[in-house]
């Protein structure tokens, strides 16, 4: 009796495999990518505290402890490049976290299909463009005589005497905006996506009440999407000490380098540029170390104040 108790009793982990097989199976390859270039490199995180040779590799390299630490911490640049990743995130967290979730939600108010669709379909483009191509439309509307150079001089009353994105305080806006505008379509794929799980029927209930647009965005619509919104936002705190590579070294040059020089393009210079690969190690591990902490902090306060959480 035990014996057939226990043999109907099956693992619902194993269960689900037999189940959906073949949807496991088409996860394998990400799975499978993840392991090889996410996970297994990581054991690369040793050579921050080696004073790392090619030649020898890992085994053969001598190990300094926390020399480049020490290096970095006591460097010029520590300061600089940490200020203006932390700057340049928070201030594209403010700007540019919002920006998809009011666009989507002004997406879902439009009543007409075909419309839609294509306002939607435009809005992705950007996304697609290749950031050699963005960073020169950027440079060439940021000229002299570019079109936001004209905005610009015209609002301000300023002369542009050199390129605008190489006048001072104007590289963070730019990047930001020019940020948004290429992601802000495809960022708000996934708001849409959360809203189209609302039950249409809340929605001609409150019709029916008298509940004006406004009043069904605040009171169904953003409730119905806060968990999205709640764990997406506390994936982007912990990218806080994060900043991409490609678009601020396209961007950078001595004019503006002041406000463009980030953790990512200093590791770049130091650990490609000048063989540093050590003591590029250990900026990149300060800088994941310490998103990995914000990530946890953040994660802990969404739980107790919201219930979402991501583990």
Not at 2 to 18: E, H, L, W
Not at 61 to 83: E, M, N, Q
Not at 259 to 267: F, K
Request: with cysteine; hydrophobic share 50%; aromatic share 14%.
């Amino acid at each position: 009796m035990d014996i057939t108790a226990n043999a109907g009793k099956q693992n619902p982990f194993s269960r689900d495999i037999r189940r959906n097989k073949y949807l496991y199976l088409m996860i394998l390859p990400v799975v499978a990518w993840y392991v090889l270039f996410c996970y297994l490199p990581m054991y690369g995180i040793v050579i921050a505290f080696q004073e790392y040779n090619i030649t020898q590799g890992i085994p053969g390299s001598p190990w300094v402890g926390f020399k480049h630490f020490i290096d970095f911490f006591s460097g010029v640049y520590a300061g600089r490049v940490t200020y203006n990743t932390l700057y340049l995130n928070i201030l594209g967290l403010l700007i540019g976290f919002p920006a998809p979730i009011i666009f989507a939600l002004l997406l879902n108010e439009i009543m007409n299909r075909r419309f839609k669709r294509v306002f939607q379909s435009i809005s992705y483009m950007p996304y697609f463009i290749s950031l050699v191509v963005v960073c020169g439309l950027l440079r060439m509307f940021c000229a002299k005589d570019g079109a936001l150079s004209e905005i610009y001089m015209f609002v301000t009353g300023k002369q542009v005497v050199q390129n605008l994105i190489d006048t001072p305080g104007m590289y963070r806006p730019l990047y930001i905006l020019s940020n948004v505008w290429q992601s802000v379509g495809f960022s708000s794929i996934i708001y849409l996506s959360a809203i189209s799980s609302i039950n249409p029927e809340i929605y001609e209930a409150a019709v029916i009440d008298g509940a004006g647009r406004w009043a069904r965005i605040r009171y169904i619509t953003l409730p119905g999407i806060e968990s999205t919104i709640v764990m997406l936002f506390i994936l982007a705190l912990g990218g806080l000490m994060s900043a991409p590579l490609e678009k601020p070294l396209l961007l950078m040059n001595p004019a503006n380098s002041q406000d463009s020089d980030l953790i990512s393009t200093y590791v770049y210079r130091q650990g490609l540029m000048f063989m540093q690969f050590g003591y590029g190690a250990a900026v990149g591990l300060f800088q994941s170390s310490i998103n990995f902490v914000i990530l946890l902090i953040a994660n802990k306060t969404a739980e107790k104040t919201s219930g979402y959480n991501i583990f």
